[in-house]
C-alpha cells in the first residue's frame, strides 16, 4: 500500500488534489490528513508516508509560504508532478443571524477572498487557521467563537454542519491552485 500524506485534513481542498492524484497511480493508496506542509515534508523525510501532496502557488494569493518555507534547506524532498485545480471558498458561520465579528481560514484562503470579504464585512478581523476544513471543524466544536464566520468548501461547511451565508466569495471566479506531488529523492 502506498501511503500519501497531505496538508489539511478530509474535505479540504488538498485532499481534493490528493485524490486527483491517487487516480493517476495503480497501487492501494492510503491518503493520510497531515495539516500542514511542514507535516507532509517531516513524515516524507521520516519514511511515514510515500508521498506528499502539498499547495504550491495560488493564481491570486502567490506562492504558498508555508510550504516554501518547509522544503527550504531541504535539497532530499522533489516534486514530482504538480496539479492545478480551482478553488471555491465559500463562508459559513455557525447558525444563522449570528452577528460575526472575525473570519477563520488559512491564509491562503483569507489572501484569494481578501476584496469580497473587505466588501462584504468592512474592517473584520482575520485569523489564520491551518487548514480551511479544520477551520469549519473548529466553529462546528466551538473551538472558535460562534461570531467567527469560516471560509472552507461547499463540502467541509456542510459536513459540519455549518450555515451557509456565501458560496464562491474567492476574488476571481477562475480561482485556481497548483499542488505538487512530493517524493524523497
Not at 500500500?1 to 492510503?30: C, F, K, T, W
Not at 506528499?52 to 508532478?81: D, F, K
Not at 459559513?92 to 489572501?111: C, M, N, T, W
Not at 487557521?129 to 461547499?154: I, N
Request: net charge negative; proline share 4%; with cysteine.
Amino acid at each position: 500500500m502506498i501511503r500519501i500524506g497531505y496538508m489539511g485534513i478530509p474535505l479540504s481542498n488538498s485532499e481534493q488534489a490528493a485524490g486527483m492524484m491517487v487516480h493517476r497511480m495503480d497501487d492501494d493508496v492510503e491518503l493520510v490528513p497531515l495539516i500542514d506542509s511542514e507535516g507532509v515534508v517531516k513524515a516524507l523525510l521520516n519514511g511515514e508516508i510515500d508521498y506528499g501532496v502539498v499547495a504550491v502557488r495560488n493564481m491570486v494569493a502567490g506562492p504558498v509560504i508555508e510550504t516554501e518555507e518547509a522544503l527550504r534547506n531541504r535539497p532530499s524532498v522533489i516534486s514530482v508532478t504538480e496539479v492545478s485545480i480551482p478553488i471555491h471558498h465559500c463562508i459559513f458561520v455557525k447558525r444563522e443571524g449570528v452577528e460575526i465579528d472575525s473570519i477563520a481560514s488559512h491564509v491562503q484562503a483569507l489572501g484569494q477572498t481578501y476584496n469580497n470579504v473587505e466588501r462584504m464585512f468592512p474592517g473584520i478581523k482575520r485569523v489564520g487557521v491551518a487548514d480551511t476544513a479544520l477551520a469549519a471543524e473548529m466553529l462546528s466544536d466551538g473551538r472558535l467563537s460562534e461570531t467567527t464566520a469560516v471560509l472552507c468548501t461547499m463540502a467541509a461547511g456542510k459536513h459540519y454542519g455549518l450555515h451557509l451565508l456565501e458560496a464562491n466569495v474567492e476574488d476571481d471566479p477562475e480561482n485556481w491552485t497548483d499542488f505538487a506531488l512530493l517524493k524523497r529523492d
